[in-house]
């Protein structure tokens, strides 16, 4: 896949992530739901993609980011807000990802100044 076809995929998934959070603010339940399966999977699209990369931490990141926010959207349109705190398992799995790509690159940093 040429980089400029990953690259209109990954705009196209800010669009769905976009309109699957303005639904939420809109209080769209059906269709905020509804747009949890194309942004959820195209961000493990991007994992798999990425999954021999050090790309992988950030769009884990990303992921487990988006189903934290899909978590807690789902909590207040169903379930009256109750237990939408569980959210911070997959928020605290991003940071995570995030604090691991940081090492990792600097890891690698530190290696290439051997």
Known sequence: ???DTFKRIENL???FWLVKDTCWMLELKWLGAAMMLPTLGLAIYFIYKTFYSIDLYLN???FFWILANSYWMMAE???D???KELAILP???GIVMV???YWKNYQLRKKALR
């Open 1 to 3: 896949m040429s980089s």
């Open 13 to 15: 998934h800010i669009i």
């Open 60 to 62: 884990a990141a990303i």
């Open 77 to 79: 349109f169903f379930n």
């Open 81 to 83: 807000g109750a237990q």
């Open 91 to 93: 928020f605290s799995l």
């Open 99 to 101: 604090l691991t790509l």
